[in-house]
């Protein structure tokens, strides 16, 4: 068991919000994962890569230490674990981040980890811990690095990877949400016009401020692909700046 | 009636831990308590289990998993939505769903009713050993997995492999099926079984000659396996 969360803004005005949102939407998640905690925001500068702080502990803690409350962004993605397949430290928490501005949160296990790594390697990733996770986060770096885009990687690997997952995937510009095809790991989709959230569970969501509950919540089917772009809303921000 | 306000009593979740809730809704019961009210459950799980004896309990918000297990005689309304295997192994009683119902709606109940007056996730009445599973919207793929005994009457569509490695019991759905399971037939409908739905889906409002119900069953085709007969359940999930 572990948590899952992201936020992804449709109104630039919310950017601001970005820390106190996601950090809202994992800390109820600590039940799910009390080991460690971690989150990688997308900040709106020119930047590409996502800020990303993790560590063994408490959610609050790793918020206050960082200061992330304020931190501002256009999306972000966050994680509570609960370790099952390998050890406790500021290496083996959530997100991974195999470059390029990718990082990944996931719930779950991997079946084929060992076959998985064994082919990846192959063909020259290096992995750094022993955390199935990380096999998640290089099979898609892998892809996009042979030129496939986000939406046919994700596809890929519902046939490629084996077990139980939920995951998010953030790039500078999309938040993408993949269950497996037998819906083992739960989550929840919020969305209104303002923002899409997404958490492990429905209770996490009631802890988000300015949280609608007359919005109808949305569960991912098994298999399901679910991606949201920031490019459009960017874009829109850079003609303003402009 | 001051009478109805007497027996009438309130829980409010925020100022009680999970375990104090379902204490107090234990004693609320033995003490022969007829009605509680139980507000912000705020998505909690494991709200109002094993209760040994007859209470009605209404939850005003969605709650989180494991809703009404293990229940014996109690009536339990859900004025909201509720996530993760609701009325598992519920003994007897009845829950009523006022929203959705996330996965394993009903897993291994023995015996009552559930209804959950929206759609169901996966794996509703996995495993469902003998209580009534009603769901008036859609349910996900593998519902019905191993179900053993009792009813599981679906309004509206179902997902992939309804009632795989079905053992007994009956499954009505009223919209279409994305695919049966290994081992589960439909079979033609009788009077009897719309004599059945009617009776079942009128207290909720609901009208059995406005769907176009089919029934499954299990075709008892796994029950004495053979080697030779791998293509029976090779597609098994």
Redesign the interface.
Known sequence: MCGIAGIIYHNPASYQNLGRDLLSLIQPLESRGPDSCGVALYSDTDTQEPGIYKEVGAVNNLAKKYGLYDVSGSHGIGHTRMATESVVDTNHCHPFTPGSGLSIVHNGQISNYYKLRFKLEQAGVVFETHNDSEAIAHYIHHQLSLGEPLETALEKLLCDIDGTYTFLVATPNKVALVRDK??AK?AVVYETAEMVAIAS???AL?TLPHFDPTVP?R?P??GEINIWSTVAVTRELLEARS | MPETILSKTVLDCAKLTTREINQQLKALASEGIEQVEVVNPAGRHNLAIALEHPITISFQGSVGYYCGGLCDRATIEINGSCGWSVGENLMSGQITVQGNASANAGASAHGGKICILGNAGPRAAISLKGATLIVSGNVGHSSAFMMQQGRFIICGDAGENLGDSIYDGQIFVGGTIKSLGADARLEPMTAQDWELLTQELHPLGLDAKAYEFKKIVCAQELYHFKAKDFSKWKDAY
Request: charged share 35%.
């Open positions: 037998y819906a739960p569970e429905y209770r009631l919540l569960e089917d098994a």
